[in-house]
């Protein structure tokens, strides 16, 4: 009895030692599945693609190739082909960085219920591609493409694939401009801009852009209009509210009657070197629910290039950015803006005293002096050209005059300039420019330059 129970603890023993060995050998032979790999598994060349379609995170999006790609739930949809051209050469040689043969739980790869699932096709096969878990280990993620076998791939698709339909939208650009010939506003503000490299109308060689403004051909600040052209170029038109616009959506939007519409001309060069002149338009409005509101806060707003179906909702600060083109805003703020070396003589009526300081010039550059001794005018020059406007004004001065300066250029068109500022209150004096009534200055400015005149004709 003993003997037949040692016997059938000893097969027993023996049963389980068997069973062992079976499993390690199944396991040695599933571990050699697992290999290295390297090979491209998936070679298709973009341009035979017909169709493409995705599903990530409850989003399905398909694309098929009909005179160009198209968006299948809405053709309408201003496809960006190079966006999605670039999705596509993921697949021109997609590599292997490890293969596992015949996998027995697809689950442990996350490929059970996959991440992502895209489908791909040409000519010939449709191709089903699952995303599976990223291997934090590997920093790589797993995948399958339906020929029964899992691959670690050295490119997680999902880098790309992750992308949403608004980042495939064919936006709207606005162009570089090579060179600006004109800018003209309509809608709230209604003038034009001319460039005029060679206008005689200015004192200052700085100035090439001019409006017709109080009868006259009037210069602007050329760096002002720079820098509206440079955020005109540097508009985001990325967040779209409509791809094709409806009537009432325009209405909706309050582009159906634009609140400022803003026309560049500019030139480019051509194909064959030639200049070509070409316009381009935005259209710009804010809400007009908010319009009718008075609210000067935060502006929502929109915008619209040319004739285009899509409208963009713009920024608060690039709206009231490009918005700001009054003739006020654009207009130089300094009373004198020319290059103090063109400045041969100062006439200065001070305290009913007249007063003259006058220059030569050298190889060194140009001396000042008066009453016969040299003087250094940097003092002067400062507090001149820190005199800005605060605020335009047209109205004609009825208090006494602080101090006038007849300054003599070396300009054969404009050969002077007078300045003269008047009290006004007690913060502001007006400053007329050629007898000419422009703006407000900083009454402490003012004085300033005083002060700077003291210090040279009373020493």
């Known amino acids: 009895m003993r003997r037949s129970k040692k016997l059938c603890a000893l097969l027993g023993v023996l049963g389980v030692v068997c069973l062992a060995a079976l499993g390690a050998m199944q396991m040695e032979e599933h571990r050699e599945q697992i290999k290295n790999s390297g090979e491209v598994i998936l070679s298709l060349e973009p341009d ?14 398909s694309f098929q190739k009909e ?10 949809f201003p496809v960006n082909e190079k966006k999605l051209q670039a999705l596509l050469e993921a697949f021109q040689s997609l590599s292997a960085a490890l293969t596992i ?92 801009i001319d460039y005029q490299a060679d206008s005689t109308d200015s004192y200052s060689a700085d100035d090439v852009y001019y409006t017709e403004q109080q009868g006259g051909n009037l210069p602007l600040d050329s760096e002002k209009v720079e820098n509206y052209l440079w955020a005109l170029q540097d508009l985001s ?24 519409t803003v026309t560049v001309n500019y030139t480019i060069e051509d194909s064959n070197g030639a200049e070509a002149a070409t316009p381009f338009i935005l259209r710009i409005s804010r809400d007009p629910k908010e319009k009718d509101s008075n609210q000067e806060d935060a502006v929502t707003a929109y915008a619209r290039v ?16 490009l918005t700001a083109v009054s003739y006020a805003s654009l207009r130089h703020s300094e009373l004198f803006w020319g290059d103090f070396t063109d400045v041969q003589q100062i006439d200065v009526t001070l305290e009913e005293n007249s007063y003259t300081i006058t220059s030569e010039t050298s190889r060194d550059g140009r ?19 820190a005199l800005r406007a605060e605020s335009f004004i047209e109205e004609a001065p009825s208090q006494k005059k602080e101090i006038g300066l007849t300054l003599h250029l070396n300009n ?9 500022l008047y009290r006004y209150d007690g913060t502001h004096c007006l400053a007329a420019i050629d007898a000419t009534p422009v703006s407000l200055v900083s009454r402490s400015n003012a004085v300033a330059l005083i002060e700077a005149i003291h210090a040279i004709v009373l020493n």
């Open 48 to 61: 035979s693609v017909e169709a493409l379609s995705w599903e990530y995170e409850g989003t399905s999006l």
């Open 67 to 76: 005179d160009g790609w198209q968006y299948t739930q809405d053709p309408s």
């Open 101 to 192: 043969e015949s996998p027995e739980d697809l689950g442990q790869y996350g490929l059970d219920q996959p991440t992502c699932t895209i489908e791909i096709a040409d000519s010939t096969q449709t191709y089903e591609i699952s995303l599976g878990d990223y291997s934090t280990l590997d920093a790589k993620r797993y995948l399958s493409i339906g020929d029964g076998n899992v691959y670690l791939v050295e490119y997680d698709l999902l880098d790309t694939f992750s992308v949403t339909l608004q980042e495939l939208i064919k936006n709207d650009e606005v162009p570089y401009f090579d060179q600006v010939t004109a800018l003209h506003f309509s809608g709230e503000e209604n003038y034009q």
């Open 237 to 260: 038109l990325t967040d779209y509210v409509s791809y094709n616009a409806t009537d009432e959506e325009l209405k909706k939007y309050g582009l159906d009657e634009p609140e400022l």
């Open 306 to 321: 040319g004739d285009s179906p899509i409208l963009y909702k713009i920024s608060s600060d690039s709206y009231k950015e």
């Open 367 to 385: 001396t000042y002096s008066y009453a016969g001794t040299e003087v250094s005018l940097e003092a002067v020059q400062s507090k001149l050209e």
């Open 412 to 420: 054969q068109t404009h050969p002077t300039v007078q300045v003269d």
